[in-house]
């Protein structure tokens, strides 16, 4: 049996509706990630953290209901109650809505990898579910090597893109431009 693979890709979550069910730190933590990429966040659970009450964050202080997962974009299971993390899943493939429960990636559609970010630089490392640990430990090394410097590159590269979209005719034209810009900068 081989290993799963996951495609890797960036969400926008920018104004999108996410639900998050679970009001205890596990899902404090996964709404303090949602609020930084500008979702628009709701939180269902019996018992809801102080920490939760204050953020910008609709809540509904209840149980979960299979209605709370209509108009959503993406779906997290966040709380320590197994059948009900399962329920959530369930429902949410039932309407094609990406979800991730946490600490259960076999019944994730989407796996949430460990971040850094510095400025618009996005790090991104996955071990496919198998060791949220090892994927802290491996993204804290790398983000040492990324500072102010690479995001400060990264927003002036950003700023030549419409130029190179009008001037430079193909795209491995301005994938070589880019890649020599990049090249002269860190070398």
């Not at 108009?71 to 993390?85: I, P, S």
């Not at 259960?104 to 198998?130: E, F, N």
Request: hydrophobic fraction near 45%.
């Amino acid at each position: 049996m081989s290993e799963k693979r996951y495609y890797m890709a960036c969400l926008d979550l920018e104004g999108r509706s996410v639900l998050v069910v679970g009001g205890g730190r596990i899902a404090l933590d996964k709404v303090t990630g949602l609020l930084d990429c500008g979702a628009d966040v709701t939180v269902v659970a019996p018992r809801i953290r102080e920490e939760l009450r204050r953020m910008p964050v609709t809540l509904l202080p209840r149980a979960y209901e299979p209605v709370d997962l209509e108009g959503r974009y993406l779906v997290v299971a966040a709380t320590e109650l197994e059948a009900l993390n399962a329920s959530v899943a369930e429902a949410a493939g039932a309407r094609s809505l990406l979800c991730n429960v946490v600490d259960d990636p076999d019944k994730c559609t989407v796996i949430l990898p460990a971040i850094h970010r510095q400025g618009p630089i996005s790090v991104a490392v996955s071990t496919g579910g198998a060791s949220p640990a090892l994927a802290k430990w491996l993204r804290d090394r790398i983000a040492a090597d990324i500072g102010p410097a690479h995001a400060d590159l990264a927003r002036q590269l950003r700023a030549l893109r419409p130029w190179a979209k009008t001037s430079l005719p193909t795209y491995d034209d301005r994938k070589a431009y880019f890649e020599r810009l990049v090249e002269r900068a860190l070398s």
